[in-house]
């Protein structure tokens, strides 16, 4: 038997992952769109209580987004937001509280208590207060 090592094959985790319940809402959403050019664009932003946020859009992949094709959903980050999202797992949540996509950050070293604000150890931030309800 060949081992990986002997193979000098690098595997790499993923860029992102998405879970099966978050997999079958996305394409639930993008076949009601009925427009093949549209991506799931996942990024992250100044701003929010711990300094980042990330976010998702249906959006137009531009040439300079990294393209994941995931299971059949194409997936595109700006290269701004990939250092910060990298390795980050994309989940659908249901549940008495509401239900919405959440993002699972490897990368985040603390976040606010709403799950969309985090700060990585690299990038601090300006931190505000909360205004999550």
Same mark, same amino acid.
């Given at each position: 038997?060949? /081992?990986?090592?002997?193979?000098?094959?690098?595997?790499?985790?993923?860029?992102?992952?998405?879970?099966?319940?978050?997999? +079958?809402?996305?394409? $639930?959403?993008?076949?009601?769109?009925?427009?093949?050019?549209?991506?799931?664009?996942?990024?992250?932003?100044?701003? &929010?209580?711990?300094?980042?946020?990330?976010?998702? =859009?249906? $959006?137009?992949? /531009?040439? +300079?987004?990294?393209?994941? $094709?995931? $299971?059949?959903?194409?997936?595109?980050?700006?290269? !701004?937001?990939?250092?910060?999202?990298?390795?980050? +797992?994309?989940?659908?949540?249901?549940?008495?509280? &509401? =239900? &919405?996509?959440?993002?699972?950050?490897?990368?985040?070293?603390?976040?606010?208590?709403?799950?969309? /604000?985090?700060?990585?150890? +690299? !990038?601090?931030? /300006? =931190?505000?207060?909360?205004?999550?309800?």
């Amino acid at each position: 038997m060949i /081992s990986v090592k002997e193979l000098n094959v690098v595997q790499t985790p993923p860029v992102v992952t998405l879970s099966a319940k978050a997999a +079958e809402m996305v394409r $639930d959403i993008l076949a009601k769109e009925d427009n093949d050019q549209l991506a799931l664009r996942v990024y992250v932003a100044g701003g &929010g209580c711990s300094g980042l946020q990330s976010g998702m =859009a249906l $959006d137009d992949p /531009s040439e +300079e987004d990294v393209t994941i $094709d995931y $299971d059949g959903i194409r997936v595109v980050i700006d290269n !701004e937001s990939l250092r910060f999202i990298e390795g980050s +797992e994309i989940d659908y949540v249901d549940s008495l509280m &509401g =239900a &919405g996509f959440t993002v699972n950050n490897p990368n985040a070293v603390s976040s606010c208590g709403c799950g969309h /604000s985090f700060r990585t150890e +690299e !990038e601090s931030g /300006s =931190a505000r207060g909360c205004g999550c309800h």
